[in-house]
């Protein structure tokens, strides 16, 4: 059959793909093949077999290379949300490639099968609408990603991570907080067994290589930026407001960079840190934030250095900085506040694991830890004397995921029946490592209810005392 394009050539595959934008796969598939197909675009996979084979002509093979093997890239499909206000959102993590757990052991970086699939790739972006059929679902964009090769090195980092842990036989520990921009994400279906892992006879269950939401987030913003329906990176140098250098993250891993901006500041207070680095010292509230931001950043050429989260690496990996006040005993003041619940996500998303609260707390979170001088009372409390005391980057263990997943059932449950009051949410005073309560300005400070309405802003915490149990296993450890 005659392709429409040259398979031996990405350029040629590009321009084909374009056809895709703005249609569906049923106005671009003869009846007659939509008849006598066997894909049906059964499970989240299907998609991008049904294009591959329906519109590329491209036969589905049991090669486990990329799917355009003579020009050395694969295709992925992947869904974007159109919010209330008609923006275009990320709709899930990219999943890559999975994780064969008795062979990735034997396999570096630049041999493994996620490199070979992955380092270019043809992203088919699609309008995902609940209920509707896959062959109606309607292409929005088409682009070719080469991973960049500063990415390239934070992902290595990030695979060698991965694959040391199933190594020491901790498949089973996997999280997809464990890195930066790759993650062992959970894949498969509901009530699937568990699999053999190579150095341990504890089962573990089915992973992917996957790129993080963030990630994706931060491509989805190129591609809009560009006005264009169909983009491609692969000639240009794509703009970096980093706060490391490629130079540097061939040298060493990106977390290791960071900690060790840190480390001439320990045991400083925030007076003799801003005297160090000339600052004028704060007098707001967020003054440690602020100088915990400037360090990270410190000796960069980022321009934002006061906010780091908004820094290209933050951006991509989703890293959360959060800055943790203590008493001279050790007991974390305050508890940890995330973003404000958005009940209409809640309300949307049925899955757990695609859910926003299980992208947060299954993020990489990096803890700078400021304490009060030995033999200060409570009474003495001044932000201005803290002094540094450790700073760390920590992954929420799995147990403690399995009761974020009640928290969240718990909070979704009620926003279901629109119960949304504190009442009916978890409170500090349970003891459940996290709760709810407001976060708005006021009472006046309401957000949309999709059952309809408006409704009070309430906000996901750590409790004080479960940020004190990790800062102390932290430092056993």
């Not at 700078?368 to 009474?379: A, D, I, L, S």
């Not at 309560?437 to 400070?445: E, I, L, Q, S, T």
Request: aromatic residues 12%.
């Amino acid at each position: 059959m005659e392709l429409g394009y040259d398979k031996t050539s990405i350029p040629s595959i590009f321009a084909y793909s374009q056809k895709l934008i703005g249609h569906s796969l049923r106005e671009l598939v003869s009846e007659e093949e939509q008849v006598s197909t066997n894909l049906q675009g059964q499970g989240k996979g299907g998609l991008g077999q049904m294009i591959e084979e329906l519109f590329f002509h491209y036969p589905i093979n049991s090669d486990p290379g990329p799917d355009f093997r003579e020009a050395g890239m694969d295709l992925k499909a992947t869904g974007l949300k159109k919010l209330m206000s008609g923006e275009l959102q990320i709709k899930e993590r990219l999943v890559c490639d999975m994780i064969d757990y008795e062979k990735v052991v034997d396999e570096s970086f630049e041999t493994s099968l996620f490199y070979m699939k992955c380092h270019i790739m043809l992203l088919i972006f699609y309008l995902y609408e609940k209920g509707v059929s896959k062959w109606d679902l309607r292409y929005i964009f088409t682009v070719i990603w080469k991973l960049p090769e500063k990415d390239l090195l934070i992902i290595k980092h990030d695979f060698e991570t991965i694959v040391e842990k199933i190594r020491h036989g901790e498949a089973h520990l996997l999280s997809e907080g464990d890195t930066v921009y790759l993650a062992a994400c959970r894949k498969g279906q509901k009530g699937e067994k568990d699999r053999k892992q190579p150095y341990s006879d504890t089962l573990a269950p089915r992973r992917a290589f996957s790129l993080k939401p963030a990630y994706m987030r931060t491509v989805l913003e190129y591609v809009k930026a560009q006005g264009k329906s169909a983009v491609s990176n692969m000639e240009m140098e794509l703009p970096s407001e980093g706060i490391v250098t490629t130079d540097q993250l061939r040298e060493h891993s990106f977390e290791d960079i960071i900690i060790e901006r840190f480390r001439p500041f320990f045991g400083h207070s925030y007076l003799e840190i801003c005297d160090t680095l000339g600052l004028v010292p704060s007098k707001s509230k967020s003054r440690l934030a602020i100088i915990a931001n400037v360090i990270a950043a410190h000796g960069s050429q980022y321009r934002q250095q006061n906010n780091v989260e908004n820094s290209e690496e933050f951006k991509k990996s989703g890293i959360r900085l959060k800055t943790i006040t203590s008493f001279s005993n050790g007991r974390v003041k305050e508890d940890t506040s995330f973003e404000n619940i958005d009940y209409e996500e809640i309300f949307d998303e049925e899955e757990w694991l695609d859910s926003r609260l299980y992208e947060i707390f299954t993020s990489r979170f990096l803890f700078v830890q400021f304490q009060q001088p030995e033999g200060e009372t409570q009474k003495d409390f001044d932000l201005n004397k803290l002094k540094l005391k450790r700073v760390f980057f920590w992954t929420m263990p799995p147990e403690d995921i399995e009761t974020a997943k009640a928290y969240w059932q718990n909070i979704r449950q009620h926003v279901l029946k629109n119960e949304i009051e504190p009442k009916y949410f978890w409170n500090k005073a349970m003891h459940r490592k996290f709760h709810v309560r407001p976060k708005g300005r006021n009472a006046a400070d309401l957000v949309i209810n999709p059952n309809g309405g408006k409704v009070r802003k309430y906000c996901y915490w750590f409790n004080a005392e479960y940020v004190t149990n990790l800062i102390d296993n932290y430092s056993r450890h």
